[in-house]
């Protein structure tokens, strides 16, 4: 009996041991789990959180440039030709913020065919390249199916190209629809999407005002000369970009009309956006942008 008993227990203390090791297990797993639930958890608020301060800051900025330009009271002074602002965060990190004068921008709407030509001569696409891409657009924004001369594209040509649309034959909503283009490359699109808009209605541009063009001495260039003109200062666009030193990224893109007749902010879009290139310098008004970033 004794014998028995003691078979028994042997028997018993390794299906005890097994069982802690399985509930062991099982606890581990579960605080491993809510460790990386907390740590999922807190990386969607800080990312929340920085947002909501891009978010912030750039209604800041757009009130600031109404009060320069509709009520004629002093705002941040910052520059309008797209130049990059950069103010570092306390305990690392930086906002970014450009403000694009749209008068500096070639317009996919109001610009005629030679200074869409010349403004992409101007950036350094081809010759070829130039006026096959002028000629599309023309026709992508015209309502007639008579293809431009020299490289337009109407419904045939888009057949041609294989694409299973045609030519919109309405003016341009956002520069993304250049990609639609039949002659578009993704080189050709980098090159163009900081130098063009849908928001210059002057039908010329003010290449002071286009860092692009400035960067590649096109402001200089002899064919743009005739089509200069004077930014009404009526639209702009704003960029804001926070980083953080552990890799947090956020960014807001807006578009507004400060033309005295819009209501509220005059806000025209508002998206998301990280597009932010270039290193940026610091700006006297990174001081009164950062105690937005203290409340």
């Known amino acids: 009996m004794k014998r028995a008993r003691s078979g028994e227990a ?10 802690l090791i399985v509930v062991a297990a099982a606890a581990a797993l579960a605080t491993q789990q809510m460790q990386t639930h907390t740590r999922t958890t807190t990386a969607r608020f ?27 009271l002093p705002g941040l002074g910052l520059p309008e030709n797209g130049g990059t602002v950069a103010c570092p965060l306390p305990g690392g990190g930086a906002i970014r913020v450009t403000l694009q004068d749209q008068g500096g921008l070639i317009d996919l709407n109001a610009s005629p065919r030679p200074l869409l030509e010349e403004g992409f001569r101007a950036l350094g696409l081809a010759d070829r390249d130039a006026s096959a891409i002028a000629a599309e657009i023309i026709d992508d924004r015209d309502t007639d199916d008579v293809p431009e001369p020299m490289g337009g594209a109407e419904a045939p040509q888009y057949k041609a190209r294989g694409l299973a649309y045609g030519p919109r034959n309405a003016p341009y909503d956002a520069i993304d629809e250049l ?3 039949p002659s578009m490359t993704r080189a050709i699109a980098a090159i163009l999407r900081p ?40 639209f702009y666009e704003i960029r804001v970009v926070a980083e953080t030193p552990t890799g947090g990224r956020s960014g807001r893109a807006a578009a507004l009309s400060v033309d005295g007749r819009s209501t509220g902010l005059g806000l025209l879009t508002w998206r998301t956006s990280t597009l932010v290139t270039m290193p940026g310098t610091v700006h006297p008004a990174c001081e009164r942008l950062m105690l937005l970033t203290k409340g």
Do not use: C, Y
């Open 10 to 19: 042997g028997f018993v203390l390794p299906s005890v041991v097994a069982i």
């Open 46 to 72: 800080d990312g929340l959180r920085l947002q909501g301060l891009v978010d912030g800051l750039t209604r800041f900025v757009a009130i600031s440039l109404i009060n320069e330009r509709v009520r004629r």
């Open 179 to 181: 990609d639609r283009l």
């Open 195 to 234: 130098a063009v808009t849908v928001w210059n209605t002057s039908g010329g541009i003010d290449p002071m005002l286009n860092p692009v063009l400035a960067a590649r001495g096109g402001a200089r260039s002899e064919g743009l000369r005739r089509h200069v003109k004077s930014s009404l200062r009526q």
